[in-house]
């Protein structure tokens, strides 16, 4: 009896807190609305009769009635949400928090206690993200979502009181450092964009008074006109802000300003997508979550324009070149609905992926391969070719098959990317019949304190992927020439004989030492990889591999050979088949599939010294099998096979059966 009676007492306090810093209506208070528009009649009316309490009151019926009786607008959010049925026990157990001020800034840390006076500038882990997502307040939503299923006004006022207390204790320029977290124009954009379901939600409880309404729209205004002139100055957030702002101007056309935020936000975004987005569709960051991001982006940012009634203010251009992105995302699409973790990107679930590919279908519903994607097969119609060459972006496919027991990699050979590329030319990613047996590294953590970038930084090695090194360190820049790409066709069937698809790139990895690698898809069955360096730097050469982490490898370091062994038979060797010494060992490995989480996992390296500046050679096969007997190979090489003049005359022996490859890989 004695807690509850001093939660409720600590409850009021608070309350009567707040509502002293309630802003008096005035006359000014409706300077940043548009009275003029249609439905505010009665508000103008009051606001000309001096009568300010009671224009705040018929503006609240107006957006009672316009947003209030409609179902909330999801359409900009990331995920979907489900406004039936029960409350799952994650978003209750995020609300039971919520009320106490514990809060879930980022997923991987759990809950922190921010206080019953709630410490805004709080910083437990000196995670950035922690701290920026703080401010992006997502617990917010999640009130509004539990409260329309419970009708608690508990919830209703707890929120009021919360929106209160960030805006009263996070005022733009408090300080540089508040600035840097609570006003980063990202999470300023996070909280304009969820801000406006919230509040749709919020709007029909008796907590949300006439008077908050005016303190909410006032703050929502600053927030939004706010962004217009501090977006980012490249990148995905660039984008995610310009695309926020535009939604705001479409949600809330009474605000004086909206017109100039919708304007905003579609010039960037149609100068944007020119800049940010490569010829074959790859967007320049490199790295498939924000490139699937930013299709997101632009598609709601049709959305928005269609909800102003302006979506012809996009050109026929801009639709073209989002539909050109969502068939290069095809492109790197495994099986089951993931894509390499190239750069900063993880594992998402297929669900997520279908609900995405959903949406990108309404907007193109006459392209018949995104709604093949979209409804996981069973519309629409499957891609009617094979590998492919993404050569901007430098991310190349090998593939025989769209389906689970399809063999397929997926290799990256890129130009200098932005933030979240890694120093890493010449990685892949392997899917062999339902499996991904070489993860790339993913990336662990973003930014933060000098602990937390060590962390971030031991993802990012390139000897932590599956590329050359020279010492063990990093490729001083990833800037990729394709020297060559040439396909099979028509492409051979699966077993068939021959050279299916070939890809050589040349990257300048050192200083005085450039990497060319050559990737042969032979029989649309394994891969033949020769590396090669030339220049005259010297040091130790490594040529590294990564394996799942469950995949219990044998390592042969007299056969120069790794092979797992997974008891379904679906395996994979990877073998080196040089004539001088090489010397194989096994490396540290690690992979990150989430953030803030790692799994250790097997790696290793085939090594030589360079000496002089003679150019050296690394051949290898990545050769997958279906059995629990580890294939024989062998190879031999042929008078007239030169590895420096690009010129293949090879003798392969699997088990018994020979075949010859003979060709170029660098014209």
Avoid at 565 to 572: A, I, P, V
Avoid at 586 to 607: D, L, M
Avoid at 622 to 650: M, R, W
Wanted: aromatic share 12%; with cysteine; hydrophobic share 35%.
């Amino acid at each position: 009896m004695h807690l509850k009676i001093a939660g409720i007492l600590c409850f009021c306090l608070l309350h009567l807190t707040i509502a002293k810093a309630d802003t008096p209506i005035n006359k000014n208070s409706f300077n940043i609305i548009n009275l003029n528009y249609p439905g505010l009649e009665k508000v103008k009316h009051a606001v000309e009769a001096g009568k300010y309490n009671d224009a705040a009151s018929a503006l609240l019926q107006y957006y009672r009635h316009k947003i209030g009786e409609k179902k909330p607008d999801f359409s900009n959010l990331e995920i979907q949400v489900d406004t039936t049925g029960q409350v799952d026990a994650k978003s209750q157990e995020t609300v039971n928090n919520a009320m106490l001020h514990r809060f879930k800034t980022q997923e991987a840390y759990g809950f922190f206690d921010f206080g019953k006076d709630i410490n805004w500038k709080l910083w437990p882990v000196k995670d950035n993200e922690v701290r920026w997502q703080l401010h992006r307040v997502k617990w917010w939503l999640t009130m509004a979502l539990v409260y329309h299923k419970t009708k608690n006004e508990a919830y209703a006022k707890e929120w009021t009181l919360q929106f209160a207390d960030w805006a009263n204790k996070n005022p733009l320029g408090l300080s540089a450092d508040n600035d840097k977290f609570a006003w980063r124009p990202l999470e300023v954009s996070d909280r304009v964009q969820n801000l406006i379901p919230t509040v749709s939600i919020f709007i029909n409880s008796p907590n949300f008074t006439p008077a908050f309404l005016m303190d909410f729209l006032k703050s929502y205004h600053q927030q939004a006109d706010y962004l217009p002139s501090h977006y980012a100055t490249d990148g995905n957030h660039r984008l995610f802000e310009a695309q926020r702002t535009l939604f705001a101007g479409a949600s809330f056309p009474e605000f004086q300003d909206a017109a100039k935020w919708r304007k905003s936000g579609i010039e960037v975004l149609n100068a944007e997508i020119k800049k940010q987005v490569y010829p074959d569709g790859i967007q320049f960051e490199l790295s498939p979550v924000y490139h699937a991001a930013s299709i997101d982006i632009f598609v709601k940012a049709l959305r928005g324009a269609q909800k102003a009634g302006i979506e012809n203010e996009f050109p026929a251009s801009y639709k073209q070149t989002v539909e050109k992105m969502v068939m290069a995302f095809i492109n790197i699409t495994f099986p089951n609905y993931n894509q390499p973790m190239f750069g900063d990107s993880w594992l998402a679930k297929k669900e997520f992926r279908l609900n995405q590919f959903s949406s990108w279908s309404a907007i193109f519903p006459d392209n018949k391969f995104i709604k093949y994607f979209a409804t996981a097969g069973k519309a629409g119609e499957k891609p009617n070719w094979f590998s492919n060459a993404l050569s901007t972006a430098g991310f190349y496919t090998f593939r025989n098959g769209w389906d689970e027991k399809s063999t397929i990699m997926i290799l990256k050979a890129s130009p200098p990317g932005e933030f979240h590329a890694q120093p890493d030319n010449g990685t892949f990613e392997l899917w062999v019949n339902g499996r991904n047996f070489t993860p790339d590294a993913g990336c662990f953590v973003y930014s933060g304190d000098a602990e937390i970038m060590k962390q971030r930084n031991w993802f990012r090695q390139s000897r932590v992927h599956s590329t050359l090194t020279l010492n063990n360190q990093d490729m001083l820049i990833t800037k990729a020439v394709q020297n060559k790409w040439e396909t099979a066709s028509p492409q051979p069937s699966p077993g068939g004989d021959g050279v299916s698809v070939i890809l050589t790139y040349t990257n300048p990895s050192y200083t005085d030492l450039d990497h060319r690698r050559s990737v042969l898809f032979i029989n649309q069955q394994y891969f033949l990889i020769i590396d090669q360096v030339m220049g005259k730097a010297t040091g130790n050469l490594g040529t590294h591999f990564q394996l799942k982490e469950d995949s219990k490898p044998t390592v042969d370091q007299t056969g120069n050979k790794v092979f797992t062994n997974y008891t379904d038979g679906n395996n994979l060797l990877i073998q080196n088949f040089n004539t001088d010494k090489i010397s194989l060992k096994e490396e540290e490995g690690k992979v990150s599939y989430a953030y803030q989480t790692e799994v250790t996992r097997p790696a290793f390296v085939f090594e030589k010294p360079k000496a002089d500046e003679k150019s050296q050679s690394f051949i290898s096969v990545v050769y997958p099998f279906n059995s629990h007997k580890t294939p024989n190979i062998s190879i031999k090489e042929n008078a007239g096979n030169n590895y420096d003049k690009g010129i293949l005359n090879l003798i392969i022996t699997i088990d018994g059966k020979t075949q010859t490859i003979k060709t170029s890989i660098t014209q």
